[in-house]
């Protein structure tokens, strides 16, 4: 039986972030699409998880991409509209369980922008 993965999400002026939370992830799979994003793998107990999310908005599938760590597995994804602030990262008006906003990531965007960029370089040492 599949289950969806804890996430935390945030939002920035250029990109909005997802982070799928599953210690020793493996056969992970992500799927970014302009509207929606795929996300499934295993953890080291063969527990296997699933999510799936309809975008709030359009988002540039080439200009996105994922890292994995021991803990999770990040996704961040380039606005096509930038400085448009999510009020959420679905489409529907619903909150699932699984999902909540990275309070410790989200912060007001005032010059916001050098921090977002320094975060993209340290994603890109990878």
Same mark, same amino acid.
Do not use: H
């Given at each position: 039986?599949?289950?969806? +993965?804890?996430?935390? *999400? ?6 909005? /972030?997802? &982070?799928? =939370? ?9 799927? !970014?699409?302009? @509207?929606?994003?795929?996300?499934? =793998?295993?953890? +080291?107990?063969?527990? &296997?998880?699933?999510? %799936? ?5 359009? !988002? ?5 991409? %994922? ?7 990040? =996704?961040?994804?380039?606005? *096509?509209? &930038?400085?448009? $602030? *999510?009020?959420?990262?679905?489409? %529907?008006?619903?909150?699932?369980? *699984? ?8 912060r007001d965007w005032e010059g916001d922008e050098e921090v977002?960029? $320094?975060?993209? @370089?340290? /994603? $890109?040492?990878v």
């Amino acid at each position: 039986p599949r289950q969806p +993965a804890k996430t935390l *999400w945030y939002d920035r002026p250029r990109y909005v /972030y997802l &982070e799928f =939370c599953v210690e020793d992830s493996r056969n992970v799979k992500v799927v !970014i699409e302009n @509207e929606r994003l795929v996300f499934s =793998c295993k953890n +080291a107990d063969g527990v &296997e998880f699933y999510n %799936e999310i309809n975008l709030y908005a359009r !988002i540039n599938s080439k200009d996105s991409r %994922e890292k994995r760590s021991d803990r999770s597995i990040t =996704c961040f994804m380039r606005k *096509w509209k &930038e400085k448009v $602030a *999510w009020p959420r990262i679905t489409k %529907e008006n619903i909150k699932p369980a *699984w999902l909540s906003v990275d309070f410790d990531n989200w912060r007001d965007w005032e010059g916001d922008e050098e921090v977002e960029r $320094a975060m993209l @370089e340290q /994603y $890109a040492e990878v």
